[in-house]
């Protein structure tokens, strides 16, 4: 399966430009011409890891979607803009961007960048999460309980991957709300309640592993190892 990387700018020429250059080098490139139609692409890929993002974009700039998504999501950044001041490069890295490519831009640099950044997000989406008899493989995206693989939703299982994954913080449910379901679902916290109602009965032995923090929202209980 080819490596994803959405690319963010408004520009449609710089957009072609470096899917062009990205889908050369063999990767599945996804263009978005503004930060909300970038959000909602990363909540329909769970294998996004990394984004290239322009600064200056309309409606909501990259700042903001910089913010947004380093809160909510495991994607590596590389802002790429026209301003070349060093307080914006500065700006950048102090708010969490992972790289910062001033326009225009050096090709086979920018390339390499990436998949420096890739390399090290790649691991992170892939790896086997194990904790004691349950497993979790990303590769497969299943879910294994003492060898023997568990019929689980898709919703369930990006319940049970939010959770492991954060562990052992408390979620509220606001924010699984916006992870799960996006952050525009109008539904309400019964919602979140029903399915972690559903998502311990399918864990069997290993459901009171999912920790209810009466007035706040969920956590997973117990040693996660990464393999």
């Known amino acids: ?19 062009d250059i990205f889908s050369i080098e063999g990767y599945d490139v996804i263009c978005a011409f503004d930060g909300e ?26 700042w903001e979607v910089l913010d947004y998504v380093k809160e909510h999501f495991n994607t590596k950044i590389i802002m790429l ?30 390339v390499e ?3 420096r950044l890739i390399g090290y997000s790649l691991d992170e989406n892939t790896c086997e999460l194990v904790s004691d008899e349950l497993k979790i493989s990303q590769k497969e995206m299943k879910v294994y309980i003492c060898g023997e693989e568990i019929k689980i939703t898709p919703k369930e299982y990006q319940l049970l991957l939010l959770l492991i994954k954060n562990s052992p913080n408390v979620l509220n ?9 996006g952050f525009d679902y109008d539904g309400n916290d019964r919602t979140i309640d029903t399915h972690i109602k559903m998502l311990r009965h399918s864990l ?5 592993k999912i920790r209810t923090v ?4 969920y956590s997973f209980e117990g040693e996660v190892e990464k393999i």
């Open 1 to 19: 399966m080819k490596r994803k990387i959405l690319v963010v700018d408004d520009d449609k020429r710089i957009n072609e430009l470096l899917k």
């Open 37 to 62: 139609q970038a959000i909602r692409i990363l909540e329909n890929y769970d294998d996004i890891p990394l984004m290239i993002l322009d600064v200056m974009l309309p409606e909501i700039d990259g």
């Open 81 to 110: 803009t026209a301003i070349t001041d060093e307080f914006s490069e500065a700006k950048g890295l102090r708010r969490g961007a992972d790289d910062y490519v001033v326009k225009p831009f050096k090709r086979a640099a920018l």
């Open 113 to 115: 960048r990436a998949k």
């Open 173 to 181: 449910r606001d924010k699984i709300l916006e992870k799960v379901w």
């Open 204 to 208: 069997g032995c290993c459901g009171d």
């Open 214 to 217: 009466r007035g706040t929202g």
